[in-house]
């Protein structure tokens, strides 16, 4: 069974730091990875997907990395600011469901202060 | 263009009631996902629909859980007999055919039981 699971569950850093948020998983037998942040009280928001042959993906200040042999992801952020203050998810989906449902991690609590 | 809508954004029932919840995927997407977010847990895998091939119902709890879905376009899923532990957001998602298709979610559906 696959399981995804995040590092930290909270992290809490001042604006304008660059920060790293840590996703792993136990099957790499993955089509693609995908990081969503979660606003309270809101849907998810779909940030970045990594197909399983692709390595890293960026949009803007945030830029997410792949190693599927080792079970990993990163998700950087560059220069925080207080608007990125949300849950960040990672998902995967595995090539042995009938679907493309994902398997989802804790999520990581993230907040920028000003 | 609009993205994946769902409604009621809230209910609140009671008891033993049945509840409808309906999802609006984004136009054109055949696949369409519905999960689960209870109160401080991860998000989990309810039901699956691609096209018009049999749905992968594999993550429903219980036989009192369904979901329906007309063609390619709405769908709804059901809870009969209502429990208090069936309360918790409930996300629906779509994205186009094949496995390596982000998924896109709706703002949920926050479904309290009394």
């Known amino acids: 069974k696959q399981e995804v699971t995040q590092i930290p569950a909270a992290l809490s850093v001042p604006e304008g730091e660059n920060l790293v948020l840590n996703c792993s998983f136990t099957d790499s037998a993955i089509y693609n990875l995908q990081w969503f942040r979660q606003d309270p009280g809101k849907g998810l928001t779909s940030l970045l997907l990594i197909q399983s042959s692709q390595r890293e993906q960026t949009s803007g200040r945030l830029n997410a990395s792949l190693d599927k042999s080792s079970g990993r992801s990163t998700l950087y952020i560059a220069a925080s600011q207080p608007g990125d203050s949300a849950t960040y998810l990672c998902a995967v989906s595995l090539f042995n469901n009938a679907g493309n449902m994902l398997t989802f991690g804790g999520g990581t609590r993230l907040m920028v202060k000003p | 263009g609009a993205g994946v809508s769902q409604s009621p954004s809230n209910k609140v029932t009671e008891k033993g009631k049945d509840v409808e919840l309906r999802c609006d995927p984004i136009?054109?997407?055949?696949?369409l996902y519905w999960y689960r977010q209870r109160l401080g847990q991860g998000l989990e895998f309810l039901i699956y629909f691609q096209g018009n091939s049999a749905p992968d119902k594999s993550g429903l709890p219980s036989d009192r859980f369904s979901a329906e879905r007309t063609g390619e376009s709405v769908s709804t899923l059901t809870i009969q007999r209502t429990q208090q532990e069936d309360s918790a957001v409930y996300l629906c998602?779509?994205?186009?055919?094949?496995?390596?298709?982000?998924?896109?979610f709706g703002p949920g559906t926050r479904l309290t039981v009394l």
């Open positions: 998602a779509s994205s186009l055919e094949g496995y390596y298709n982000e998924q896109f």
């Open positions: 136009s054109g997407h055949t696949a």
